[in-house]
């Protein structure tokens, strides 16, 4: 079993910055890929990024490319997404999530453990 929980959520105006975070316990954190999602209320949780198990290689949804940033830190079972450029559209409730295969995946089907998730409200 991996834990999974995600802080640094909060209300930020539109073109500011926040960091996300999400630390793991458990089983051994850099076996895992590790991805974050987002979801709106009546929508389906939506892929933002992810990242393999060394933090060499990275992946993003076309949304958030050039404005979201992920990273990982192994020897703190972290890992964390940078938000800049925050646009009203990218409220939502963000989780992570760890996958253990070691792949990017996009589908949220291919994840293993999430987090409860973490709310970002961006104001207009």
């Known amino acids: 079993q991996v834990q999974l929980v995600e802080s640094g959520g909060g209300l930020v105006q539109a073109g500011d910055s926040l960091k996300l975070s999400c630390a793991a316990s458990?089983?051994?954190?850099?076996?895992?890929?590790m991805g974050w999602f987002r979801q709106t209320p009546g929508k389906e949780r939506e892929f933002v990024a992810s990242?393999?198990?060394?933090?060499?290689?990275?992946l993003y949804a076309d949304s958030v490319k050039g404005r979201f940033t992920i990273s990982r830190d192994n020897a703190k079972n972290t890992v964390y997404l940078q938000m800049n450029s925050l646009k009203y559209e990218d409220t939502a409730v963000y989780y992570c999530?760890?996958?253990?295969?070691?792949?990017?995946?996009?589908?949220?089907?291919?994840?293993?453990?999430w987090g409860q998730g973490t709310q970002v409200t961006v104001s207009s």
């Open positions: 999530a760890a996958e253990r295969w070691g792949g990017l995946r996009v589908s949220l089907n291919d994840y293993d453990y």
């Open positions: 458990g089983r051994t954190f850099s076996n895992y890929a």
């Open positions: 990242i393999s198990r060394n933090g060499g290689s990275t």
